[in-house]
């Protein structure tokens, strides 16, 4: 298991999706930084470049302007220590929950008795071991973001990238896999980087929230949420305080026509 | 189960009703009722009937065999490179809708009056059903699968094992259901002209002997066979995609 998360760095950060009949920038000169085992929390509107940075960041686009840094090394495909989830889990569906938590060490070639090993405690781990033998379909939207969570963990990543990854499921589960997420961010010293539509679920688990203008996306704001993971935080004033505040930046980026 | 079966003895019982009421209806020696054709059906089995439907049975299972071989590798390979598909895509849409069965003629003088002229024949038809289906369906495989396992580490190889084969086989099923019911019909084609076996030669021959019960003997062959293709195909589909009736 890693003994720390990654960091990150972004500077100046531009990216532009060119097809043969246009170019669309998505994302321009986007600069933060992310401490090791600290969780970030990124909302904005629609089509603002989110997920385009997180793709980034997973070696899945490769970027020409500015800088991306984790760990001081550019991103590479398949990095070792970078998972990302995303918001319709990518689970495969012909594969049951072992055979899909297990998947990125096959990958890997790890050896069959490590495997076995790790797939096991991860299982046990999320509370999905009774499951291993059923097919993502046979599982409630929770059960299967466990699923994608346990995959991702599997590989002992440092880094974990998430787009809207609760976004689909009812209040309560989102609610419960928040805390479920926090518990194993903090238990683990993970570095996560979550991208979200809900103002309360980025108030909840970022550390700090960096608001995206659209389009193209740029950071407006990034704010402190010292409290974060305070006892009983859902229901602190300063919670709603942030809430609020994250809500008008969120409605400043609605009325400067800065949305597609 | 139980009531599958039942389900699908109930279907088979009102179109063997609808015949009769037609035949008694239109009282006329070409179309003969079922029970006559039943009759003649069991009585020819043995008297070389049965020869005929393996030979055919032969032919479509060969010709859907290599369809499956040419057709779904090359598939997969136009549908997840899009260079290659741009060059291809142009003559697939100009041969694809020409029916194959005016190269019957073309195919006899290259490669004969025997079976592999047929096969080939089915073949050409069956392997471009199997091969539009399997490029469109490995071109619209999820691009959110296939990001979060290369995210997992995943390589060419590993893409194609894991993502894109298994899921594309529940449309190579459907291309297979299309496809078996094409091949009978271009193998009735092909096995009558210039032919001396087969449940398309023998039907042709009953006809010319206005042998009507002894064709409809031969239709009901040609059903059958094909009722074994689809049959075998549901199982198969049943037995390997048993997640998509979750």
């Known amino acids: 298991m890693s003994s720390e998360g990654a960091s990150v760095a972004v500077r100046d950060l531009s990216f532009s999706y060119a097809s043969a009949e246009r170019r669309v920038e998505a994302i321009q000169e986007i600069t933060f930084s992310i401490e090791r085992g600290d969780i970030y929390t990124i909302i904005g509107p629609s089509a603002s470049g989110k997920s385009t940075l997180l793709y980034i960041l997973a070696g899945l686009l490769p970027f020409a302007s500015g800088e991306a840094l984790i760990n001081g090394e550019r991103p590479q495909p398949g990095r070792r220590a970078t998972s990302l989830i995303l918001q319709n889990y990518g689970l495969l569906p012909w594969k049951t929950v072992w055979q899909n938590v297990v998947l990125g060490m096959e990958i890997r070639r790890l050896p069959s008795p490590e495997i076995r090993a790790r797939g096991e405690k991860i299982l046990n781990e999320m509370g999905i071991a009774g499951a291993a033998k059923r097919y993502p379909a046979e599982l409630s939207g929770g059960q299967q973001q466990r699923v994608a969570i346990a995959r991702s963990l599997a590989t002992e990543p440092d880094l974990l990238l998430m787009d809207e990854p609760f976004s689909s499921l009812d209040a309560y589960s989102r609610e419960s896999m928040q805390e479920f997420l926090q518990e194993i961010q903090r238990k683990r010293g993970l570095t996560v980087i979550m991208v979200t539509h809900g103002i309360e679920e980025a108030a909840f688990l970022g550390r700090k929230i960096i608001v995206f203008a659209g389009h193209p996306g740029s950071v407006y704001r990034i704010f402190d949420n010292p409290l974060v993971g305070s006892a009983e935080y859902r229901k602190n004033d300063s919670f709603f305080h942030l809430c609020t505040e994250l809500r008008g930046a969120m409605e400043w980026n609605q009325t400067t026509g800065k949305i597609l | ?246």
């Not at chain 2, 539009?132 to 369906?137: F, G, P």
């Open chain 2, 1 to 246: 189960m139980k009531k599958n079966i039942f389900r699908q003895i109930v279907s088979i019982a009102a179109l063997f009703a609808a015949w009769q009421f037609l035949a008694i209806l239109v009282a006329n020696p070409a179309l003969p009722t079922p029970g006559n054709a039943f009759m003649v059906f069991f009585r020819e089995i043995p008297a070389g009937l049965w020869n005929h439907f393996l030979i055919s049975g032969w032919r479509v299972l060969a010709s859907i065999l290599l369809s499956l071989l040419a057709g779904v590798p090359l598939g997969l390979w136009l549908g997840r490179e899009e260079k290659y598909d741009r060059f291809f895509a142009p003559m697939l849409y100009l041969i694809y809708p020409i029916p194959k069965i005016v190269f019957l003629p073309l195919v006899m003088v290259l490669f004969g009056l025997g079976n592999f002229s047929k096969i080939f024949l089915i073949t050409l038809v069956v392997f471009f059903q199997i091969l539009v289906t399997t490029r469109d369906a490995a071109r619209n495989v999820s691009q959110a699968m296939i990001l979060s396992v290369v995210s997992l580490g995943a390589k060419r190889r590993d893409l194609y094992r894991h993502v894109i084969w298994p899921a594309i086989i529940p449309d190579i099923f459907t291309a297979l259901r299309i496809g078996s019911g094409t091949a009978i019909a271009v193998l009735f084609f092909a096995e009558s002209i210039a032919s001396s076996e087969g449940l398309g030669y023998y039907l042709m021959d009953a006809w010319s002997r206005y042998a009507y019960p002894e064709m409809f003997a031969g239709i009901i062959a040609m059903g059958v066979l094909g009722y074994a293709l689809y049959l075998a195909i549901d199982i198969l589909d049943r037995k390997i995609c048993y997640w998509k009736r979750l």
